[in-house]
């Protein structure tokens, strides 16, 4: 979990795209797409990289797709780092 999480924060476009998350709490691949000046397969991309990683999820209402913060994710891969990298 912690190479893939480490992986998906390596690109400066997923980083942003995680940081836009995050901020905005919940978010369409619309306002992603709108947001960065990318395709929709280029968003999609990066995005498959965040969820992988557990870093984000995705909900649907009705035909909508929201993203947010993998809370628990986000926190698992931080007590992992502390574990193996912090003494």
Same mark, same amino acid.
């Given at each position: 979990?912690? %190479? ?14 995680? #940081?836009?998350?995050?901020?905005? %709490?919940?978010?369409? &691949?619309?306002?992603?797409? /709108? #947001?960065? #000046?990318?395709? !929709? &397969? /280029?968003?999609?991309? %990066?995005?498959?990289?965040?969820? +992988?990683? !557990? ?19 986000? +926190? ?12």
């Amino acid at each position: 979990m912690i %190479q893939k999480a480490i992986e998906a924060m390596h690109g400066d476009t997923r980083y942003r795209i995680l #940081k836009e998350v995050a901020d905005a %709490q919940k978010i369409t &691949p619309t306002d992603l797409i /709108a #947001k960065f #000046k990318l395709t !929709q &397969p /280029a968003v999609s991309r %990066q995005i498959g990289f965040l969820r +992988n990683a !557990q870093l984000i999820k995705c909900e649907k209402h009705g035909r909508n797709l929201y993203y947010s913060i993998n809370e628990s994710g986000i +926190n698992a891969f931080m007590t992992r780092f502390r574990s193996e990298f912090i003494r």
